[in-house]
């Protein structure tokens, strides 16, 4: 195996991970705040991939520019979902927001994904255009510009969320209510708004890695699940409240599975996540980066 | 004037007030006293409307607070210190005051407010950048009352200040609180089960037992009645 080959499946590993980091963000940020586990998240990147392709097929919209449609829709289709869905759930104690969300968000699930399939058919979608195959060439390792976006655009988003989180009003009340909504409630701070708005948020980042998911690779209206689930394994490694770290072990995610890739053969790919997980959960189950906060 | 009427709370079946009335005129401190489980603590969260009442009226300045929610009391005036001090312990010294600025009609006071607070506790200025997680109880405690001022209230309630401090930071305490009432005009209910701090500094008190106000007077009334000397003063 040569030197190349190695570095070039690294660096293909970090650049999906840093889609697996984005499409952590949301779903952190959520469960960090919320104490819900929204197990629909997958399914609202697979609605902002739809959104993505139909603004490029039908409008002939660029799909970095459907962006200012995609993420601000998702984010309304978060407010609505929180509205009618969530917002009960968060009425309830700590421990039974988790299954009350576990058990509406299974059911968001199949609901989006059956009327996917009604309303876009089950075929796979993508998204080509004029620049999908361009690569810069470095030393003799390719690096596609288009999957080289996904890191620039996760750079992007950590650090606006991270300034968001660490110097506005809002971003403040943000943490305070993830660190105790009773004292946060007391201090003047709007508890249901700020749910609201950070459930939100979260689907807003979700629609925004919809679009480079079907831009990088392809939509159907099966896709949510495995992106759950990279999402949830994600949280885990990098444990909850820290930005940045929810991002690097989204990377980090991507890098060991192409390691092992390169070590043992595509086959065991999905399973290092899987076992990454285990790990994590047994040895340091509040994450490598748990506890650090923004 | 802050009025809580016949005020009547239960957790699910269990009835913990029956009938609650008190009454704090502006720029007075009352004191609330009673012995541990006694519904002090439910008082002051149903007030601050984290708790619904079954029945009973709670007004501040004519303004019905019943049934309204937690952040829009605190718009009007009203802020609790609870009984664990209400830090954000993962967040700064700093971030913690700047939180307390969060009701609207704190916002554009915020500068001075901070500027006051950190006269007042030249500690917090030392350790702003300081997450509040790692202060010592007594910093903790000028974190939760710096939070507080920052908020401009007009009247503050404080669940049981005085707990797990050492004697002489409760003293200090007590004193700037009677100074802020004194000096600052700001109006305060304070719940004690330390009934000789709290009546050292409070114009008037009420005894709560079992959920029901079963005495109240004037310091030097309570001081003087013999029946709470021997319940709550141990002479």
Redesign the interface.
């Known amino acids: 195996m040569s030197i190349e080959t190695i570095v070039q499946t690294l660096l293909f590993g970090a650049l999906i991970g840093s889609l697996y980091g984005l499409a952590a963000l949301g779903l952190s940020i959520v469960f960090g705040v919320l104490k819900i586990l929204n197990v629909a998240h997958g399914e609202l990147i697979m609605l902002g991939g739809y959104g993505s392709f139909w603004a490029f097929n039908l409008l002939g919209l660029d799909p970095y520019l459907s962006l200012l449609i995609v993420v601000p829709g998702l984010f309304l289709i978060g407010l609505a979902l929180h509205f009618g869905l969530f917002a009960r759930v968060v009425r309830f104690d700590e421990e039974d927001r988790i299954k009350n969300s576990l058990l509406i968000g299974f059911g968001l699930t199949l609901i989006l994904q059956t009327l996917a399939t009604h309303l876009f058919t089950a075929d796979e979608r993508s998204i080509t255009t004029s620049y999908s195959t361009a690569a810069w060439e470095i030393l003799g390792i390719r690096l596609p510009l288009v999957r080289f976006s996904g890191l620039i655009i996760g750079i992007i988003v950590v650090v606006a969320l991270r300034w968001f989180l660490r110097r506005t ?1 809002w971003g ?2 943000i ?2 209510t993830a ?2 909504w ?11 708004r700020t749910y609201l708005v950070t459930f939100a948020l979260g689907a807003a980042l979700a629609g925004l890695a919809g679009m480079l998911v079907t831009l990088q690779g392809s939509v159907s209206p099966n896709i949510g699940l495995q992106w759950t689930l990279k999402a949830l394994i994600v949280v885990v490694l990098a444990g909850l ?1 820290s930005v940045p770290g929810t991002f690097l072990a989204g990377v980090l995610l991507g890098v060991a599975e192409s390691a092992s890739a390169l070590a043992f053969g595509g086959a065991y790919r999905e399973l290092v996540g899987i076992v990454i997980f285990l790990i994590i959960l047994s040895i340091r189950p509040q994450g490598l980066f748990g ?1 650090s ?1 923004a | 004037m802050f009025i809580i009427e016949n005020l009547h709370v239960s957790y699910g079946e269990l009835q913990v007030l029956w009938g609650v009335s008190l009454k704090v005129p502006q720029g007075s401190i009352v004191a609330l006293l009673g012995s541990n489980g006694a519904g002090k603590t439910t008082t002051l969260k149903t007030a601050m409307g984290m708790m619904k009442p079954t029945q009973g009226r709670i007004s501040f300045r004519d303004q019905d607070l019943t049934l309204i929610p937690t952040h829009k009391i605190v718009n009007s005036g009203l802020f609790l210190v609870p009984e664990w001090r209400g830090t954000f312990a993962t967040l700064s010294v700093l971030e913690n005051l700047e939180l307390g600025a969060f009701p609207l009609r704190a916002r554009p006071f915020k500068d001075k407010t901070l500027e006051h607070v950190f006269e007042l506790f030249p500690r917090l200025h030392e350790r702003q950048s300081q997450r509040a997680g790692t202060l010592s109880g007594g910093e903790r405690q000028m974190v939760a009352i710096g939070r507080a001022l920052m908020a401009k209230p007009d009247m503050l309630m404080l669940d049981e200040p005085s707990l797990g401090l050492a004697p002489l930071i409760v003293q200090n305490t007590f004193k700037l609180i009677e100074r802020l009432c004194r000096e600052e005009g700001l109006t305060v209910l304070v719940v004690e089960q330390n009934v000789n701090i709290a009546l050292g500094i409070a114009d008037y008190g009420y005894i709560l037992e079992n959920g029901a106000i079963v005495g109240e007077g004037t310091t030097d009334n309570l001081l003087a009645d013999q029946r709470i000397q021997e319940a709550y003063l141990g002479i």
Request: hydrophobic share 40%; charged share 35%; aromatic share 4%.
């Open positions: 009003y403040k009340a943490r305070a660190e105790d009773r004292t946060a409630a007391l201090a003047g701070i709007d508890i249901r409240g506890g906060h």
